[in-house]
C-alpha cells in the first residue's frame, strides 16, 4: 500500500482487514462489517516474516474458536458467547506461500496438501 503516492518511499504499509462474510451479499463488503485490525508498518517487506507481524492476530482467532468471548446482544438484551473462525484470506500468490509456508517460485509452484495419505491439489 502506498498512501503517499511516491514510488520512493523508505517504508511499506500492509493493511489487515477481517470481513465478517455470515451477512447477505450486499452487506459483506461494506464498509461498516469490516474491521480494520492492523497495520503492518516496516521499512521493508515483511515477507517471509509476516507470521511475526501476523501472530497477536492468530492468538487472538485462536481464542475466538476455541474459548469464545462473551458479547452482548442490543437487540435481544442478552448476553452470549461468541465464537469466530478464519475462512479464508485474499491475497496474491507470493504472500499466500508466505502465508501457508510454501514454496511458489518455479517448479514447485502447485500447493499441495496430504491430509490422511491423500494428496489434495490446490489451484488458484
Same mark, same amino acid.
Given at each position: ?5 511516491? /514510488?520512493?518511499?523508505?517504508?511499506? &504499509? *500492509?493493511?489487515?482487514?477481517? +470481513?465478517? !462474510? =455470515? ?6 463488503? %461494506? ?26 492476530? /492468530?492468538?487472538?482467532?485462536?481464542? &475466538? *474458536?476455541?474459548?469464545?468471548? +462473551?458479547? !452482548? =446482544? ?6 452470549? %458467547? ?43
Amino acid at each position: 500500500m502506498n498512501p503517499f503516492g511516491n /514510488i520512493s518511499n523508505q517504508h511499506s &504499509l *500492509w493493511p489487515v482487514l477481517l +470481513v465478517i !462474510y =455470515n451477512l447477505p451479499p450486499r452487506l459483506c463488503m %461494506k464498509r461498516k462489517c469490516m474491521m480494520f485490525s492492523m497495520m503492518i508498518f516496516d521499512p521493508t517487506q515483511p515477507g517471509n516474516d509476516i507470521d511475526v507481524h501476523l501472530s497477536p492476530l /492468530i492468538e487472538d482467532l485462536i481464542n &475466538l *474458536w476455541d474459548e469464545g468471548v +462473551v458479547v !452482548y =446482544n442490543g437487540y435481544r438484551n442478552e448476553t452470549f %458467547k461468541f465464537h469466530a473462525m478464519l475462512c479464508c484470506t485474499i491475497n496474491d500468490f507470493p504472500a499466500y506461500g508466505n502465508l501457508n509456508g510454501y514454496s511458489v517460485k518455479r517448479h514447485h509452484a502447485m500447493l499441495f496438501c496430504t491430509i490422511n495419505d491423500v494428496t489434495l491439489l490446490y489451484i488458484s
